[in-house]
């Protein structure tokens, strides 16, 4: 299964802070995501990245959230003022060219106070 | 959009016994459905998936069905053994789409030894 690393894996920040998480590919591949999951609830998508570019997001992605690859490896999701329902468990995903399925990392938890 | 429907939410079964956890879509353009095993604090890991050209696949203590007729798939766990037990997802992906994924809510399975 391909390895996607995500920092950090456990967030703690106040409310109306900003947050950046990080999630490193290991191999290059070209179609990341980022997933939502709210403690005990499904997983909810966020975006989806290829070629260094949104290709498609959902109605959860408004202007308080962004993505960028950087520097052409790091693929990073910043929330601008956090709320307390942005407490959620982040999966970033990959997928690769040869298989249908996505990949998640480990996971960022973020708590927001 | 799609809509996938996930039943039952939890699941208790003896060890050994047979478990089968039900999704439906709603998306007849839908033509790829994995299933996900998520233990409690970790990220969901593929275990299993389907195409809609294929009606069942089985892949040692675990088999996935599919109806397209009906809209449905299933994921059958025989044997079952207290390691099974976690929160397994569907999720579905239409063949306009590749890059979004629709999950189920959930089914927490618990295999009492």
């Known amino acids: 299964e391909p390895e996607v690393t995500q920092t950090p894996s456990h967030q703690v920040t106040q409310m109306g802070q900003e947050v950046i998480l990080r999630c490193v590919p290991i191999?290059?591949?070209?179609?990341f995501y980022w997933y939502r999951q709210i403690l005990g609830q499904k997983v909810e998508f966020l975006v989806s990245?290829?070629?260094?570019?949104?290709?498609?997001k959902s109605e959860i992605f408004d202007d308080q959230f962004s993505v960028e690859r950087p520097d052409g490896s790091n693929f990073t999701l910043k929330i601008r003022s956090t709320k307390l329902e942005d407490s959620a468990m982040y999966f970033c995903?990959?997928?690769?060219?040869?298989?249908?399925?996505?990949?998640f990392g480990e996971g960022s938890w973020l708590t927001v106070v | 959009g799609e809509n996938v429907e996930q039943h039952p939410s939890t699941l208790s079964v003896q060890e050994g016994d047979s478990a089968v956890i039900k999704c439906t879509y709603s998306?007849?353009?839908?033509?790829?459905f994995p299933w996900y095993k998520q233990e409690l604090g970790k990220r969901p890991q593929l275990i299993i998936d389907?195409?809609?050209?294929?009606g069942e696949k089985k892949d040692q203590r675990i088999a996935v069905t599919l109806n397209k007729t009906a809209k449905h798939f299933s994921l059958h766990i025989t044997e079952t053994q207290p390691e099974d037990s976690a929160v397994y997802f569907c999720?579905?992906?239409?063949?306009?789409?590749?890059?979004?994924?629709?999950f189920g809510s959930g089914t927490k399975l618990n295999v009492k030894p």
């Open positions: 389907i195409r809609s050209n294929v």
């Open positions: 995903a990959k997928r690769t060219l040869l298989r249908d399925t996505i990949y």
């Open positions: 990245f290829y070629n260094n570019e949104i290709s498609e």
């Open positions: 998306d007849s353009a839908s033509n790829y």
């Open positions: 191999s290059n591949h070209l179609y």
């Open positions: 999720a579905a992906r239409a063949v306009y789409n590749f890059n979004k994924f629709y």
